[in-house]
């Protein structure tokens, strides 16, 4: 008996553009005794396009130039100094330097400066902008605060405080909601500090105000402008008062 199988070729063509793919049919016959079986492959021949995509980058370069403010002389009046900033003798400097004079800008007493607010205030001999510390964040000034040895410490127009190890460690002694503290009669206020130990149920607050340095510890030797120096007064029970003195709060600085 004879079986004979026939295999139709089936041929599959896809066209694109440059690459050619061909597969070699294989023919295999087999023979057992009187059964022949032949098997035949297929030949598919598959043509696959590659698309070459080319893409083009153009770099612009920019060129920025800034012209720089040349640096002046110390200052010689209070005109050549930024805004709310005096020029001064710098007195502690002569003192560690005889025969050498120095000028230098200021902010005065209620400011502090800041650079890079405005560009021609941080040009010498301007010392940078002075920023009003009873409308902005006095916070951000940690170098005014002072701390005395007996732990009363304030941040002028920022905070008021006291370390008392007996109490929890540092209390609020109040932070700062008005007031310059130029005189009695527009004193700093701190409000709504703590209320520990205060037997009343009151929260702590305080008052501070300003006197000239020179007027309570005499003159010489000279002290940095910006120096300072304070005592504390409770009265009543878990009200405070600083005394803040410092050259700035002196007549010539006014």
């Given amino acids: 008996t004879t079986t004979t199988t026939t295999t139709t070729t089936t041929t599959t063509t896809t066209t694109t553009t440059t690459t050619t793919t061909t597969t070699t049919t294989t023919t295999t016959t087999t023979t057992t005794t009187t059964t022949t079986t032949t098997t035949t492959t297929t030949t598919t021949t598959t043509t696959t396009t590659t698309t070459s995509t080319t893409t083009t980058t153009t770099t612009t370069t920019s060129t920025t130039t800034t012209e720089s403010l040349a640096p002046r002389a110390m200052c010689e009046e209070d005109t050549d100094c930024q805004t709310n900033a005096y020029c001064f003798v710098d007195e502690v400097y002569e003192q560690a330097n005889p025969g050498e004079t120095r000028n230098i800008c200021v902010c005065k007493l209620g400011y502090h400066p800041e650079e890079g607010r405005v560009a021609e205030d941080d040009i010498y001999p301007k010392s940078g902008f002075c920023v009003d510390l009873t409308k902005e964040d006095a916070c951000r000034f940690p170098d005014m605060c002072i701390v005395t040895a007996d732990n009363w410490g304030i941040c002028p127009y920022c905070r008021a405080f006291k ?92």
Avoid: I
Wanted: net charge negative; charged share 15%; with cysteine.
């Fill in 163 to 254: 370390y008392h190890e007996d109490h929890g460690g540092e209390l609020s002694l109040g932070l700062y909601v008005s007031g310059s503290g130029s005189s009695l009669s527009d004193l700093q206020y701190y409000k709504n500090g703590d209320s520990v130990n205060c037997g009343n149920g009151a929260d702590r607050s305080s008052e501070a105000v300003w006197y000239c340095y020179y007027d309570a510890f005499g003159y010489p030797p000279a002290k940095p402008l910006t120096y300072l120096e304070m005592f504390w007064v409770e009265d009543p029970l878990c009200h405070y008062t600083a005394y803040l003195y410092t050259p700035l709060a002196c007549d010539f600085a006014q």
